[in-house]
């Protein structure tokens, strides 16, 4: 809050100063219009100006920057504490014109000596006062709204305050400007401001678009700059004060003046040159808005130093001024130089731009009325109402206008609006089109309005083959992600009140938007063609959505179709898995109890072979509880002791054979004992049925470079069917096989993180199970070291 108080007071301070000040400067310049003058212009300490037109007598008869003048009509011009030395100049000729005199005549010290002159009493003509009065009056008003608008926008912010106190002092200046030559009221702030601009260019020009180095690391330097500026416009002050000539002191701004607005112009180029990307696309907005008019009133301030007239670039340095800032503030609006973040209010951007234009109005009028020798006060007194009447009935009937003959331009906004919010609610294909037609017959009063679909597989042929009959073909030279809406007659017999504009998508027709003739016979207007292209390729976008979004159901359904699918497979594999792990458990319990229903005796290693079933089924029975893979539990175990438990549970199938095992009695294996029991009985149980009656079947255990090698063969035919398919579920080659014994088999593998692969050699079918180096040992002694 209180921020917001301080930025009020001192903008209300800015404004209240303004006011003062441009009063007090453009009632001074109102009392010169047609004002007898002597044919030149000349500044406090009685020296020549250059501020002047080249026709006047003054400088037709040889005056220039910086002759002197000494004496007027035998008044000596002399400066003593407090008065100016051209005030006797001034009083001489006002004397002179009150007398009905023609001239003065005046003694001029120049370059060559003393010189007696002879000046005539003319009127202050229109084409100098708007020049050098008028005209620098509105574009202070200018600066001063420039500062204005960056002071409010950011008043803490470096670059505002920068940019706002060189606005400032540039509106003191040229308020103060033609005062310093004719009437003399506001000299001090033209000493202030003749000091400070410069300084205030200086400082700007090294913070735009921000701050250079030597800024952002030492801030103490631009302070300096201002203070500098400061003690010379105290010196100036000073000087007058003490009744001093203040010649040389202005020389001194003047040189600063040239230098500081070269300097300005200089660095932005140098920057522009050195930037990239977005930086460089604002610094070449800020090029175009300020360096050229500042090298422009650079060159003039040298032309006067000179003692060349300030006419010649006069024609294009006001001009330009009065462009500086405003395109100045639309550059650092456009790219919030100003670091406001803040919203650009539309309404009163017109508001400001409407103030300007009728300002423009009465300046225009008024000058015209001075060119036909009407007097200025009373064209300003018509000019102003008449400007703000007529603005306000152009905007009046403009809008009447719109309302009456344009109704899409009047409707655009809110119709627009109304149909993305429809449009956002519904996601078919057919209530699209129907928000559409009635978004459409809502504004525009005609006989019908139809929105007709194109199927998409039939709008997808290549070349618009596929299209509906009669329906215009997508255009070959489409590219993607274009939204074309063509305006046509609907039928080639149709009248050409009718429209009919195809609706496509990414070279895709989607529909066709079809509108009957106007009530009453009227004619379509382009309003009405721009708010129906805009609502075709609204449609476009609902269209293509509700297609993919209809597309993305569909997927949707499939593939919660397919995940129960997948979760049914997925139950019945799982007991299958669990039928096919019990089965060698039950045989081995049937060969038992066949046995003890013979009174036959069990030995001790079938005891606990059964034993550990009775557990694994067990386990097998919790593990069920999470219908998920269960978690290996792996410890040492001899590979001997591994394929022993095999052979036992398939002892039924093998009959009077034996497993040829080549295994060393010191293998030792981490692992799951469960699950690799289940990997070795799934192996040796398929080549056993590969193998036939009179096969041979082996177990070789092999040390290798990387591990080990759990080697199963058989001298079985061989792999008949698709390799490839080996290990998938459910395959199988055998009449009453499930085709998941080495689909199990695999995942056991593979969840060890061990590998396993088929081969054919030297008559006999392997399984290759390798085994890293981190899961084998070879003796007991290894593994406790």
Not at 289 to 297: D, G, N
Not at 351 to 371: D, F, P
Not at 532 to 545: D, E, K, P, V, Y
Not at 756 to 761: F, K, N, S
Request: glycine fraction near 8%.
């Amino acid at each position: 809050m209180p921020a917001i108080e301080n930025r009020r007071w001192l903008l209300a301070v800015v404004v209240l100063a303004a006011l003062v000040l441009g009063g007090s400067g453009m009632r001074s310049a109102l009392s010169w219009y047609e004002r007898p003058f002597p044919g030149v212009l000349v500044d406090p300490d009685g020296v020549v100006s250059s501020v002047g037109l080249p026709s006047w007598e003054g400088f037709q008869k040889g005056l220039r920057y910086p002759d002197r003048v000494v004496e007027v009509d035998g008044w000596r011009l002399e400066s003593t504490a407090g008065r100016y030395r051209a005030g006797a100049w001034d009083a001489a000729v006002e004397r002179a014109a009150r007398e009905g005199r023609r001239s003065v005549h005046a003694r001029v010290e120049t370059a060559e000596g003393l010189r007696d002159v002879e000046l005539s009493l003319v009127p202050f003509d229109a084409l100098a006062w708007w020049f050098y009065a008028g005209g620098l009056m509105v574009v202070a008003s200018l600066y001063v709204g420039a500062a204005l608008i960056a002071l409010s926008a950011s008043p803490h912010g470096k670059l505002a305050r920068a940019f706002a106190s060189a606005a400032l002092f540039a509106a003191l200046f040229q308020f103060a400007l033609f005062d310093y030559h004719s009437s003399r009221h506001l000299v001090p702030f033209f000493h202030v401001a003749y000091a400070l601009v410069p300084m205030s260019f200086f400082t700007l020009a090294l913070r735009l678009p921000d701050d250079v180095p030597l800024i952002a690391r030492y801030p103490v330097f631009a302070r300096i700059a201002h203070g500098l500026g400061g003690l010379l416009a105290a010196a100036l002050l000073a000087s007058h004060a003490m009744g001093w000539t203040t010649v040389a002191l202005r020389s001194v701004c003047a040189i600063l003046f040239v230098a500081s607005f070269f300097f300005f112009a200089t660095t932005l180029i140098l920057r522009f040159a050195a930037a990239e990307g977005d930086r460089r696309r604002t610094l070449r907005a800020l090029l175009l808005a300020m360096a050229p008019p500042h090298v422009v009133i650079a060159l003039g301030f040298m032309l006067a130093m000179l003692g060349a007239p300030a006419s010649t670039l006069a024609w294009f340095a006001i001009p330009a001024l009065a462009l500086t800032p405003v395109s100045s503030v639309v550059a650092f609006i456009r790219y919030d130089l100003w670091g406001s973040r803040a919203l650009l209010s539309r309404p009163l951007t017109r508001v400001i731009i409407a103030c300007m234009m009728v300002a423009l109005t009465v300046i225009l009028c008024s000058a015209c009325a001075g060119y036909a020798g009407l007097p200025l006060l009373g064209a300003i007194k018509v000019a102003a109402p008449a400007a703000v009447v007529s603005a306000a009935l152009v905007v009046f009937a403009l809008g009447a206008g719109d309302r009456k003959l344009f109704p899409a331009r009047a409707e655009y906004k809110p119709t627009v609006e109304q149909l993305s919010e429809e449009l956002t609610l519904v996601a078919d294909p057919d209530e699209v089109a129907f928000a559409v037609e009635r978004t459409v017959a809502r504004w525009l009063s005609c006989e019908r309005v139809t929105f007709r679909r194109i199927a998409v597989d039939a709008a997808d042929g290549a070349d618009g083959a596929g299209a509906a009959p009669g329906e215009p073909a997508p255009r070959a030279d489409e590219s993607s992600g274009e939204r074309v809406i063509e305006v046509e007659p609907s039928e080639p017999s149709a009248s050409a009140s009718e429209l009919s504009l195809t609706v496509m998508f990414r070279g895709r027709l989607l529909g066709v938007l079809e509108v009957g003739k106007k009530r009453g016979g009227a004619l379509f207007t382009s309003e009405d063609l721009d708010l129906l292209r805009t609502i075709g390729n609204q449609a476009a976008l609902a269209m293509a959505h509700a297609h993919s979004y209809a597309e993305l159901e569909r997927r949707r359904r499939e593939q919660a179709a397919a995940w129960r699918d997948e979760r049914a497979a997925l139950i019945e594999t799982l007991a299958a898995e669990i039928t096919h792990e019990v089965r060698y458990p039950i045989n081995f319990f049937r060969s038992v109890f066949k046995r003890g229903s013979k009174n036959q005796s069990l030995d001790a290693e079938e005891v606990d072979i059964g034993c550990e079933e009775v557990e694994r089924l067990e386990r097998l029975v919790m593990g069920l509880r999470r219908v998920t893979h269960r978690k290996l539990e792996r410890r040492r175990l001899a590979v001997e002791e591994l394929v022993g438990r095999a052979e036992m549970l398939l002892r039924d199938q093998l009959g009077k054979r034996r497993i040829e095992a080549r295994v060393s009695a010191g293998a030792r294996l981490r692992c799951d004992p469960d699950q690799a029991t289940q990997v070795l009985v799934n192996l040796l149980s398929n080549g056993l049925d590969a193998a036939g009656d009179k096969g041979t079947i082996g177990v070789v255990w092999e040390t290798t470079e990387s591990g080990a090698e759990l080697v199963v063969w058989d001298t079985g035919p061989g792999i008949s069917g698709d390799a490839s398919r080996l290990f998938a579920p459910w395959y199988t080659t055998k009449p009453r096989g499930t085709g998941l014994g080495l689909a199990i088999t695999h995942r056991i593998v593979r969840a060890h993180g061990w590998l396993i692969e088929p081969e054919r050699r030297d008559g006999t079918t392997r399984f290759v199970i390798s085994i890293p180096a981190a899961d084998v040992s070879m003796t007991a002694e290894e593994e406790v070291a």
